[in-house]
T-cell receptor
Framework: SQQGEEDPQALSIQEGENATMNCSYK?????LQWYRQNSGRGLVHLIL?????REKHSGRLRVTLDTSKKSSSLLITASRAADTASYFC???????????FGSGTRLQVQP | EAGVTQSPTHLIKTRGQQATLRCSPI?????VYWYQQALGLGLQFLLW???????NRGNFPPRFSGRQFPNYSSELNVNALELEDSALYLC????????????FGPGTRLTVL
């Protein structure tokens, strides 16, 4: 079953603009991760944020986590056509190791 | 460093047959995970193997099974295939020192006719 929902389901922007995707989840978590998937292929790990962290950066990516609202956001700054992909959040439980994925956001970056 | 590899890339079977999917983890990774990505159902956790043992199982029937070999590679077997088993099957691995991050392979596309 899906842990939560991602919002929006689809997003279309112009190259150079910022893209923001949101993820909500239902249960307590140890960590939350964001993955990218290009055209139905494998997942690429982007960033992991632990439950005791509020914000994390990696290159053009910024992730926030609000455990009181059970939500996270992924911001991609200065987007490029190559960022076109589906983005998934996944919540993790260190003990059980089963990642629970959201429904994903399809991002289209127009050149 | 080579990533997670999976074979075959595509697999076509008919209902009732058995499918075997293979996965080689990143060198040094001891845990292997299997996920199913079916149309309309999203990504769902199937199995976790570590040190040759099944450690956790998702909500799938027993005809989904697998094993992990001494070199940490893994097989996923799906018996008595049904049409709804058609999906992208993703394998992931994680290292013992950082088990929370899972690194995924390119997947095997299974089509059941």
């Amino acid at each position: 079953s899906q842990q939560g929902e991602e919002d929006p389901q689809a997003l279309s922007i112009q190259e150079g603009e910022n893209a923001t995707m949101n993820c909500s989840y239902k249960t307590s978590i140890n960590n939350l991760q964001w993955y990218r998937q290009n055209s139905g292929r494998g997942l690429v790990h982007l960033i992991l944020i632990r439950s005791n962290e509020r914000e994390k950066h990696s290159g053009r990516l910024r992730v926030t986590l609000d455990t009181s609202k059970k939500s996270s956001s992924l911001l991609i700054t200065a987007s490029r056509a190559a960022d076109t992909a589906s983005y998934f959040c996944a919540t993790g439980d260190t003990g059980r190791r089963a990642l629970t994925f959201g429904s994903g956001t399809r991002l289209q970056v127009q050149p | 460093e080579a990533g997670v590899t999976q074979s075959p890339t595509h697999l076509i079977k008919t209902r009732g047959q058995q499918a075997t999917l293979r996965c080689s983890p990143i060198s040094g990774h001891t845990s292997v995970y299997w996920y199913q990505q079916a149309l309309g159902l999203g990504l769902q956790f199937l199995l976790w193997y570590d040190e040759g043992e099944e450690r956790n199982r998702g909500n799938f029937p027993p005809r989904f099974s697998g094993r992990q070999f001494p070199n940490y590679s893994s097989e996923l077997n799906v018996n008595a295939l049904e049409l709804e088993d058609s999906a992208l099957y993703l394998c992931a691995s994680s290292p013992p020192f950082n088990p929370d991050t899972q690194y995924f392979g390119p997947g095997t596309r299974l089509t059941v006719l």
